[in-house]
């Protein structure tokens, strides 16, 4: 384990698939192209219980179609240490495993990043080789971006490799992606004679897993496909039931204060009034003018008004009555401050209340 990252030896190449301008691939179709390309390698995999993971590099325009170009990794041995990772770490990436061989492009991408310090003008365009006990690593980068990934073995002779580097030359002038700009800078990797192997290479190991393209690798992930991030889904999931959790918090905080512990408000005593006739009562209603005390109606019902609270509400022989409610064949039409309109048979009362 280097850090919080794991290192498992693979096998590295690069893949193109090819479209129409207006089509993109689907997963299913990239394996199922990946498989009939690479029949053997794919039933070997399989034959030793392993598999092989796509992560898309680049896209361009060409004139066959539309070009899409994959980073394959293949044959990962030692993926035991996944299954002992907790699983939330792995889900976040806490931990996460990449090809031991990646410290190579980490080493690449400080070499091009230090040459725009230094005023190089390589346009981000470079071919890195790097080569130790005869086997060969290519990474070909076009406008800063790793476009191409080669390994290859039986380089033991310097004139292998030259001859090898010059047929290089060839293929990035014919390449249809890279012949688009006429020079490309050929830098090899090689280890520093004042720092450890060892301490160089996981510096550069970190470095590489924390780049963009890195963040994107992890071969402890069963469910990775072509790029797919699972994190970001992890996270959606995890910020809707925060909400959720937060929402319900407030709801819950508000409680309904039950009716029973509501303190009614003080009413203004309404003195005795002294007792009226019948025909009184009802010349006066008739002229729709107010009389204060019991009031007897022609609709067989009487109201006592005791006590009128805020225009709202108002008292009678006990009760609490709101506009719109029925008192016998009486209706509350309104509650005013002063008194209470009532009708009956489309007739209007008004009792005044001081």
């Not at 076009?142 to 002779?157: D, M, N, P, Q």
């Not at 709801?251 to 309904?256: A, E, N, V, Y």
Request: proline letters at 4%; hydrophobic letters at 40%; a neutral charge.
């Amino acid at each position: 384990m280097i850090g919080w990252y794991l290192a498992a030896n693979c096998e590295l190449l690069t893949w193109e698939w090819t479209t129409t301008y207006d089509k993109s691939p689907t997963v299913q179709e990239l394996h199922e192209s990946f498989e009939m390309d690479f029949p053997l390698t794919c039933e070997r995999l399989r034959m030793a219980g392993r598999r092989y993971w796509l992560f898309p590099l680049i896209s361009f325009n060409s004139a066959e179609g539309r070009r899409f170009r994959y980073l394959a990794v293949l044959g990962c041995e030692d993926l035991e240490p996944c299954k002992g990772i907790v699983g939330w770490r792995k889900n976040l990436g806490l931990v996460r495993m990449l090809p031991k061989s990646f410290w190579i492009y980490g080493a690449a991408d400080e070499i091009l990043r230090g040459s725009q310090l230094m005023g190089k003008d390589w346009g981000g365009n470079g071919l890195f080789y790097f080569l130790e006990g005869g086997a060969l690593t290519v990474l070909i980068f076009f406008e800063g971006r790793l476009c191409h990934w080669l390994e290859e073995t039986g380089y033991e002779k310097d004139d292998s490799l030259k001859n090898r580097l010059e047929t290089l030359r060839g293929f990035v002038k014919q390449d249809a992606l890279f012949s688009r700009y006429e020079t490309m800078e050929f830098i090899r990797i090689e280890c520093p004679k004042d720092v450890s192997q060892t301490v160089w290479k996981n510096g550069l190991f970190k470095r590489a897993a924390m780049d963009p393209l890195g963040r994107e690798i992890n071969l402890c992930d069963d469910n990775r496909f072509v790029g797919l991030s699972m994190y970001a889904i992890f996270f959606v999931v995890f910020a809707f039931l925060l909400i959720g959790a937060w929402l319900w918090w407030i709801g819950s905080s508000k409680k309904s204060i039950p009716l029973e512990d509501v303190v009614p408000p003080e009413l203004t005593t309404v003195p005795e009034l002294p007792m009226v006739s019948e025909e009184t009562v009802s010349e006066k209603v008739t002229e729709l003018k107010p009389y204060m005390g019991t009031v007897t109606m022609k609709c067989d019902s009487s109201v006592r008004v005791q006590g009128v609270v805020s225009g709202k509400l108002f008292i009678s022989d006990g009760k609490t009555f709101f506009r719109g409610d029925s008192l016998g064949g009486l209706v509350v039409r309104d509650v005013l401050k002063n008194g209470v309109l009532f009708s009956c048979r489309n007739k209007q009362f008004f009792v005044e209340v001081k």
